[in-house]
């Protein structure tokens, strides 16, 4: 039985989008779509008329085409070189008075010839063709045409044209690689075409035809009694094939023999009328070509079975175009990697093995680290050429087994089959790493790469593949948020702690508006004098639920969400309200110091003017406040950002650098940005010990800082012998626990008109520890 639809489903269709609206004209998705509709058109029916103008609107609006035509070579007998194109296809958009004509009189020029009988595609366009095609391109009204060949059977019958007539230029490879499959398919519709309709004609079959005809016996062993001459282009004759009447069945490929069988014998038992599936049979060559074939029951005036006839029409063409269509679909076109589609189908099926108890597997979801950064600074050609190199990478170092694909841009994907328990994905995704990471690569400079992974395993408790890949994109987000250059498995705990942080993002963006922001302030301290001189301004969030909350608790959100730049503006507006407010109260608070995210450099390009205006709306000097910025700041700077920095010391506003010997840490920076002040990180405070490294490094820092006359303030003292060290060390100013936490504005307004401050009577504990 025929699996083809009516003509009248095929019009259906076609009346019907088929290509995505989303999809552009050129896209790779467009024409993707476009193919594959053309090849559903043609498996729906064998009516050229109907199959081919279909197809010529679908790969029209694909490419962006103004007319497509298909146009059959002129007879040897024709007294001209032109003639009516079979089939058009002219854009909605093209006037009705617009001139076209077939470009066959180019396919005359010997050359041009030459290249469309070896099946190649040419392309012609105003700018680069000789003085004679460029007046014939004229003549069609195209400004760049691109001519396929079709064969019919094997022969060259024609050409496909595809003409742009909007805009003078090349048609791309991608544009041939299109034309020419579907000048394959059209070519495909025209025999099968042809085939079905010279049934009538049996001589004509015969002698033309690609469709065998044949005949078997309905019992067994089911010998042949008649096959029609035509299979001597596949190598045998008629006669051999009788001599020896059950030697087809030899030539059906062994995948496919028990269901041409099958098909056989429930013709033969009457229990159907007739059958039709696509096999391969060998040709004398030994390839297997693809058939379709189709048998049907020959009764005698008793309705008895008394023989089976069938006929196979070669679609081996047809075949390897759907292959090559279904290879552009499930893969990716930059790395040759699966794609995300065959990758969930892939994981779809061992899902469902799983849950009939099949071993278990595990995803691993593979993300470049910093990968955006590489991408914006070397190009996107290199960014390209190192996806490539790491998918080799990560493709050696999995086993044959393993399916890995490439979601797009930067990530990947692992399914790892049959595995015994969790620390086999553990190896695979450490050997990964080590993969991607060593050596160097080389792109003209050499660049260090590394990547962060999450896993997921499977278990019985895990809802569909789905599921899973949501629980890797967690444990990938564990794993970027615990330092990069790691791999993490999912958890509960995972999922718990993920949701919190989703939830306290939500809240954040709604925290300003809620008032529920606060500025506290920390003091710096002179230790010979015990005076203030310097405030530190950081915020605390008064969160509805949790309390209070720290900036180490909400800061690292913020910034990945962009919430840090709002946030930024409202902590500079509240510093200068409250300079002015202590002002007002006749207190002259010294140098007040804000914090300064890379993230807020890097996405406010004006952060400079928008400071400056605060600070003319609260008639503040710029001399007022200091910028801190971390040594990992300074690092993502570009040459944008750093202009914005000069611009602000220009003006009188002081930069200090925060958490110093903690980062990338360069002479550099210090000459480059003009820095008042160093801050040496409380980390090498913390556990101070007289001749240990700690001391080493605040003596280097205080030497370096002296030589080049930049104060420096160690911060995170919380003890007397923390001091003294530090004092003997040669630090003058401190800032911690020791002399004060920070406090809300109106206590540290109590602190300002004394002038001088004592050691805290209450020590720290806990996590108030920690200096935001």
């Known amino acids: 039985m025929s699996t083809h639809g009516s003509d009248t489903d095929v019009r259906n269709a076609a009346s019907k989008p088929t290509v995505d609206a989303a999809a552009a004209p050129g896209s790779p998705n467009a024409m993707r779509m476009a193919l594959a509709a053309s090849a559903a058109a043609l498996a729906r029916s064998s009516n050229a008329d109907i199959v081919i103008p279909t197809m010529l609107g679908l790969i029209g609006e694909a490419i962006g085409a103004c007319h497509v035509h298909v146009c059959e070579n002129p007879r040897p007998a024709a007294t001209h070189h032109t003639q009516p194109c079979r089939y058009t296809w002219t854009a909605a958009d093209v006037p009705p008075s617009t001139k076209f004509d077939s470009c066959l009189p180019l396919a005359g020029q010997a050359t041009i010839r030459l290249q469309l009988e070896r099946g190649e595609a040419h392309r012609i366009t105003a700018d680069n063709a000789s003085e004679p095609v460029r007046r014939a391109l004229q003549a069609t009204g195209a400004l760049s045409v ?195 589609n065959s990758f969930m189908e892939e994981l779809r099926h061992a899902f469902t093995a799983a849950k009939r108890g099949s071993r278990p597997f595990a995803i691993l979801y593979i993300d470049l680290d910093h990968f955006k950064d590489i991408n914006d600074v070397l190009g996107h050609s290199k960014g390209d050429a190192l996806i490539k190199l790491v998918a080799k990478r990560v493709q050696d170092a999995v086993r044959s087994s393993d399916l890995v694909a490439r979601f797009g841009g930067d990530e990947f994907a692992i399914l790892q089959p049959e595995i015994t328990d969790a620390s086999d994905a553990g190896a695979l995704a ?137 946030m930024g503006h409202w902590v500079i507006d509240q510093a200068c309200r409250q300079i002015l407010a202590w002002r007002t109260e ?6 007040v110091s804000l914090n300064v995210s890379a993230v807020q450099l890097k996405t406010s390009p004006d952060f400079d003017s928008d400071l400056m205006q605060t600070l003319l709306t609260w008639k503040i000097e710029p ?66 010990e007289v001749g240990s490294g700690d001391v080493a490094i605040v003596r280097a820092a205080i030497s370096l800082a002296r030589e080049l006359g930049i104060q420096v303030i160690a911060e995170g003292v919380e003890t007397e012998y923390q001091l003294r060290l530090l004092t003997e060390a040669g630090c003058r100013y401190v800032q911690g626990y020791y002399f004060s936490p920070p406090v809300p504005a109106r206590e540290m307004t109590d602190m300002l008109r004394r002038g001088t401050l004592s050691p805290a009577a209450i020590p720290p504990s806990g996590d108030a520890r920690a200096v935001p």
């Open 430 to 566: 450490a050997r990964v790493l080590r993969q991607i990471a060593e050596p160097p690569y080389d792109l003209g400079t050499q660049v260090d790469v590394t990547a962060s992974i999450g896993i997921a395993c499977f278990g019985p408790d895990v809802v569909d593949a789905e599921d899973m890949i949501k629980q890797c994109d967690m444990a990938l987000y564990r794993a970027k948020d615990s330092g990069r250059n790691q791999y993490h498995f999912h958890s509960e705990a995972l999922d718990v702690a993920i949701i919190e942080r989703v939830t306290l993002a939500s809240d954040l963006r709604r925290a300003l508006d809620r008032g529920e922001f606060e500025l506290y302030y920390q003091p710096q301290v002179d230790v010979a004098s015990r005076r203030i001189i310097g405030i530190e301004a950081l915020a605390r969030w008064h969160h509805p639920k949790q309390g209070l909350l720290l900036p180490s608790h909400f800061i690292p959100i913020a910034e990945k969400t962009g919430t840090i730049v709002p």
């Open 623 to 688: 001399s007022a406040i200091e910028l801190e910025l971390t040594e990992s700041v300074l690092m993502a700077t570009t040459q944008q950002h750093r202009n914005t920095i000069d611009r602000l010391n220009a003006l009188g506003v002081s930069i200090a650098i925060d958490d110093f010997g903690t980062g990338y840490s360069s002479l550099g920076y210090l000459r480059a940005y003009r820095v008042s002040r160093l801050k040496i990180a409380q980390e090498f405070i913390r556990n101070i």
């Open 146 to 340: 691109l001519i396929m060949p079709v064969f019919v059977d094997g022969k060259w019958w024609g050409l496909l044209e595809i003409h742009a007539c909007n805009e003078a230029c090349a048609h791309s490879s991608d544009d041939a690689d299109i034309g020419t499959i579907l000048a394959s398919l059209i070519g495909a519709a025209l025999a099968r075409s042809r085939a079905v309709n010279e049934l009538t004609d049996a001589a004509r079959v015969i002698e033309n035809s690609s469709t065998l005809l044949f005949r078997v016996a309905a019992e067994k062993p089911y010998g042949m009694s008649y096959i029609s001459r035509n299979i001597a282009r596949y190598g045998y004759s008629a006669e051999e094939m009788l001599t020896s009447p059950t030697r087809y069945l030899e030539l059906v490929h062994p995948e496919d023999l028990p269901k041409v069988l099958e098909d056989i014998v429930r013709v033969s038992e009457a229990r159907a009328a007739e059958t039709g599936q696509d096999i391969r049979m060998r040709a004398r060559d030994g390839r297997y070509l693809w058939f379709e074939c189709r048998i049907s029951a020959v009764r005698g005036k008793d309705n008895r079975v008394t023989g089976i006839e069938g006929l196979a029409i070669d679609i081996d063409r047809r075949k390897a175009t759907e292959s090559y269509i279904a290879r552009f679909t499930l893969t990716d076109q930059l790395t040759g990697l699966a794609n995300r």
């Open 586 to 591: 006749k207190i002259t608070p010294p140098v």
